[in-house]
């Protein structure tokens, strides 16, 4: 499903293509912009072509089907996410602060990529279990690993009290993540409300203030 | 969709089906209890026939459709979770022992009706704009109610901070719930685990506890 083919694509009348990594990436944004743009994973091989200028045929081609280029934005997406998370660990922060900025991170990749988490649950339970164990292994171990790592160090520096690292992924995760799965709630409930940066920006406020007074031993301080 | 015809149902042979109040519970615990086995909201009209021991042409004389059939058992969940918020709200305990009992409530909840936030994710995007409202009114907005009061509550007790409420609705849910949207991501990552009682308290108690700490006064105690 994600065999990589290096070699130089049929040419596309019209279309410019050029080298494998220059149309895969391009399949790749027409995808992502697709889905933004709708607000959902809803696209066809059609749509995809139409928006990146290249034929269909080469998203079979570079990844074998839809599913395949869905999987494959999800892990580019994932590798971001990942490699920030990785800067962040290697940063001299005390555990309080890089916590913050992780649980910021996490709603900024959500905001900025709203159809993610939606992909992330397709992926899971839809794509079959061969999709479900690559999403695994390049998106949720290494994010649990991380926080794994960070609320260790916490507890060693003396600022976090000892907590189930598995049920502190589920319960982060799912705070930070609601926001953008329920936005149609949001809107029936709360009123049009604008979506937009300053939103994001309280709703981490709110998140990272919550999960770190969670956290913190007794006595510690934020 | 969920129109109420308060009539004798036409019998169906060798079913014993009587009135209407029966035939209708009848369908809606078999589609419940199909939804629970099968870990997904994917039924067809057959199989609730077949379950029920009913005629599906019942499910749409009832309920419209599939759909109607959804959301009448979303409906009546949603009237167990928002009667126990209501009898809870009454108790004469403090803010802080309320949220506890809450959160633990919800946690119940999704335990026990592993369904239901697909079900609401399902009826607030893709069951069209009716069921939508009908979800937000019946059960959103009354869950909203009632942590704003219980917020306002603990702030006048001097238990809480003061807590953005529609910001505290999606923290709290998205905990409570990512230990069961994620269950496929959770037996991949972390192994075979099983699903049980005991995960489901500790889960609690983990929730709990972050969220109180999350939300007391500083200087105030769990």
Redesign the interface.
Known sequence: MTERVDTVDAPVPGSGAGRTPVTKSRLVEAGRALMIERNAVDFSLQDVAARSGLNSALVKYHFGNKDGLLLAILEQDAGHAVAQMRKLSGRDMTATAKLAAHVRGVIETYHRRPYMNRL??LA??ELGPQA??Q??QFF??PL?AFQRELLAKGVETGEFRP??P???Y??????????F??Q???R???GEQAFDDDLCR??SA??V???S????RDGGEG
Do not use: K, N, Q
Request: negative net charge.
């Open positions: 992330v649950h899971m339970h479900a164990d999403v695994a949720v171990t649990v907590v189930e598995v049920f502190f589920h319960s982060v995760i799912g705070a930070c993540e609601h926001l799965v329920s149609a709630a949001m029936r409930v709360f309280r709703y709110h998140v203030d919550l999960v007074r969670g956290v913190l």
